[in-house]
């Protein structure tokens, strides 16, 4: 057993886990933040990424005491109290997702590819950046929808914030 | 159309909870003194088992209790079931064989559950299971289907001589053969549907809590129909009576048709919690969901097509070997009989067709209903075949199905169907016009100039859906009927509850049956909720599958919403001292039509149950309840075209361009109905270029694992070109005909279609890989 502490979702928390205890299972069952899933043993679903100190991972290729002292975010982080982030926005507006099971990975896996790139995204980047999240349900379409909105969105409000 | 009503594009209100990661899946439930499963499975395809020891494993730290097959036997635990009753051609009954919660003699694939281990931690209850010490005589293995069949095959149940389960017929083998013998063209092709692995992101999992003090049950489960749950684990497999018995299905993520049947899994946890006293979660790892859900499709087909000397379709011979598996999974009959040879006359006006069906065991996983179950099938047959014969005869494509197509309705096939409604030249029409058919010569030209091979292929598909008149299903051998119920409960202060049978796993009902109710009433759809998947609160019910949620499911709204307005009509026309007949509903107020006197929606709520002021002799409150029982099926059907560019060096095939036009029938919100077709189609490609499930020769499943199992990735797929152009379905009161399984229905063999007219051969077998069709290319070079 070891003790883990770490930041998530800007709190800081501590709890004692074992040593083979993945991040994931960290995350879901001591701290009880569901939102991040479970849907492969092989890290392929990407239905398990978080932000770890900014960077996208999926948190079932992590060990829960690797991330010690790191800051977290997950899906249940992300918007900004009662305000949606965009990329949360774009998903419900464009219907990018139907059964919400792959939805929390998606969406931390897209913020997380705008903020790589800065010179905005394009239909194939999105296909081919989503290379590592699977869904059943959608069959991608909507999801590329929703990315490239959302990417307008965050690009032209960061264009404001820039003129202010 | 109001902007909530049917035909928006209402955005779901079931987002808000998915977007935050507030889902509630049953791996998210927490019971106090919930502990964790892990199962021992058979390694072996076939095998008998000698000896299990459970001592080792009872000493590991944290462990509960280690439970086999014997025990399970001895508390009276019944046998798993398929309900639905096919009988061969001489008359014989199925054979069906026994299938054990757990295996205490025999193993029969790869997965089957032999021991069950509880313990404080799902790790402790993995790493118990790996003491569990079994002794097995392995026996030979047979996965092939028609291998199956051959006498030297293994006898897999006693049950079923030769492995064969039933050998059954439909149509008229006599005229058919007479329009073979006739004929002035015959198309012969062997046509395999290669098996898949349904993959709903949210693997299967059980919650099951048994409270000694109620002697009551509760089981949370990924299931698409809690109702026949309960019905099935309370009077087949003797967990518990009905009234004894809860069954929560939360938010499911996903289902495919994987989550109707009644697994192993969820019985063992309800027995184990009662037999260990604490609460018993078990949640299927990726591998575990391989191994164990039943597989889709598996058909290895001949058939032969006659034409007559105008190009008319005159008959129609199929001969089908259908691989259920090591055992017969709740529906799995169905599927490769009802559901399949019912189909095979697809858009076309043929007057003789003959389907023999023999279903075989294999020591495979389980094969039942995956979504289309038996339809992509029928349609994959008919439409390669159809695209051969266009391509024999010389003709167009497009011009031949055009030639054969029904054009008056309803129209009776002869294999049972009677299409209600349609019109497929429509279709056809729109989706050669958004697929730019006429430009695709030149489009080949260019992609030739640039070293690439481009091919183009169409699917006409059509599909039964709406499952289905119960008094029809139940004289095709069904142990179910298929209505569906809704009850629509007004409150005083004007909100509405709906309760419905049907369950959502991502179909978003939420949002969709209270766009109904907004379109009726006025009510906003925030001021709606939509409860359901849970047994003790909503009436009986027959859940999701077979797109029947929309025709049937809200169908039964609709009927519950007509006794609700009929009342609220009666105490507003009491209110404004009015005559019922001239109430109208507007707005969110019940009005006397033509003039401006009028009562509010929460007030006319509010008088029935404050029953102060009623009409004589009526009861207070509003809450009416309605079972619908739908007359016909529905057939939604339309015209898909796919377009492909193949690298001929690399054997890479790029999806370049698909467009779907379906008929759906009536729509309650397009927005998600698209989200329904790209899902499907996706799920088709998969099927069509990337989705081979491999067991080798001994019955190891080889393609277990993500690593292993190409899913269909962003990458893999176009954005899709979709539109619809309906014909209302006169069968039931909204109109919907369903659009669920379609996508996954017409598009592999435009895929393959498109593929064999690129290469310029005449099949290639699913999933057509770049390696496929590499081989493929260069065996039409040498």
Known sequence: MSEISLTVNGKRVSGAAEDRTLLVHFLREN???????????????????????????????????????????????????????????????????????CTPGMIMAATDMIGRHPEGLDEATVRAELEGNICRCTGYHNIVKAILAASETMSSKGKVRQAA | MGIEGVGARVARKEDKRFITGAGR????????????????????????????????????????????????????????????????????????????????????????????????????????????????????????????????????????DGNLIFDWELGDSTA????????????????????????????????????????????????????????????????APENKLRVIAPDVGGGFGSKIYIYPEEIICLWASKKTGVPVKWVAD???????????????????????????????????????????????????????????????????????????????????????????EATYLLERTMETAARELGVSPAELRRKNFITAFPHQTPVIMNYD?????????????????????????????????????MSCYIEACGLAPSAAVGSLGAGVGLWESAEVRVNAAGTIEVLTGSHSHGQGHETTFAQLVNQRFGVSIDSVSIVHGDTDKVQMGMGTYGSRSGAVGMSAVAKALDKVEAKAKKIAAHLLEADEGDIVIENGALKVAGTDRQVPWFQMALAAYTAHNLPSGMEPGLKETSFYDPSNFTFPAGCYVCEVEIDPD?????????????????????????????????????????????????????????????????????????????????????????????????????????????IGITDIAMPASPSTVWAAIRGTKH
């Open chain 1, 31 to 101: 701290l009880g933040l569901t939102g991040t899933h479970v849907g492969c043993d092989t890290s392929q679903c990407g239905a398990c990424v978080i932000h770890v100190d900014g960077k996208a991972v999926k948190s079932c290729t992590m060990l829960a005491v690797q991330a010690s002292g790191s800051s977290v975010v997950t899906i249940e982080g992300l918007a900004d109290g009662a305000d949606l982030h965009p990329m949360q926005a774009a998903f419900k507006e464009h219907h990018g997702l139907q059964c919400g099971f």
């Open chain 2, 25 to 160: 899946y049953v791996d998210d439930m927490v019971v106090p003194g919930m502990k964790h499963a892990a199962f021992v499975r058979s390694p072996h395809a076939h095998a008998q088992i000698r000896n299990i020891d459970v001592t080792k494993a009872q000493a590991m730290p944290g462990v509960i209790g280690v439970l086999t097959g014997k025990e399970l036997k001895a508390d009276g635990i019944g046998n798993l079931i398929c309900g639905w009753m096919i009988h061969s051609k001489d008359g014989s009954p199925m054979k069906m064989g026994a299938w054990s919660p757990l295996a205490f003699d025999r193993v029969r694939y790869v997965g089957d559950a032999v021991v069950v281990v509880v313990a404080e931690t799902k790790g402790q209850a993995r790493d118990a299971a790996e003491a569990v010490d079994i002794s097995y005589e392995e026996l030979k293995a047979v996965v092939d289907a028609p291998k199956a069949l051959e006498r030297s095959a293994p006898q897999i149940h006693t049950e079923a």
């Open chain 2, 176 to 239: 058919t053969n007479a329009a073979i013998k006739a004929a002035a063209h015959i198309t012969r092709m062997k046509i395999v549907n290669n098996r898949l692995v349904p993959n709903a992101m949210e693997p299967r999992a059980a919650l099951g809590h048994y409270d000694k003090a109620e002697d009551h049950y509760t089981c949370w489960t990924t299931s698409q129909n809690p109702h026949l749950a309960r019905l099935v684990m309370s009077a087949f497999y003797n967990v």
């Open chain 2, 650 to 758: 690399t054997g890479v095939t790029e999806i370049v361009q698909f467009v779907a036009a379906d008929d759906f029938g009536n729509i309650i919100n397009p927005m998600i109905v698209e989200g329904q077709v790209h899902g499907g189609i996706a799920q088709g490609i998969g099927q069509a270029l990337l989705e081979g499930t491999r067991y080798d020769a001994s019955g190891q499943l080889l393609t277990a694992s993500y690593m292993d199992y190409t899913m269909p990735r962003a990458d893999d797929l176009p954005s899709f070109k979709v539109s619809t152009s309906n014909t209302p379905c006169p069968g039931n009161p909204l109109g919907i005909k369903g659009c669920g399984e379609a996508g996954a229905i017409g598009s592999p063999p435009a895929v393959i279609n498109a593929i064999t007219d690129a």
């Open chain 2, 421 to 457: 409604a349609g019109d497929y030249a429509a279709s056809l029409d729109a989706a050669m016009t958004a697929a730019d058919y006429a430009g695709f010569a030149q489009r080949k030209a260019d992609a030739a100039n640039r070293g690439k091979l481009r091919g183009i292929g």
């Open chain 2, 286 to 376: 990726r591998t575990e969901s391989f191994l164990t859900d039943a597989h889709g499709r598996d058909h290895v087909s001949t058939v032969e097509m006659a034409f007559d000397k105008d190009n008319r379709i005159t008959g129609l011979k199929v001969d089908t070997i259908a691989n259920l598996g090591a055992y017969m999974s709740l529906f799995s009959s169905c599927v490769p009989t009802y559901l399949y040879a019912t189909l095979l006359s697809g858009q076309y006006d043929i007057p003789a067709i003959h389907a023999n069906v023999r279903a075989v065991y294999t020591n495979t996983a389980p094969v039942d209903a995956y979504r289309g179950a038996g339809r992509p």
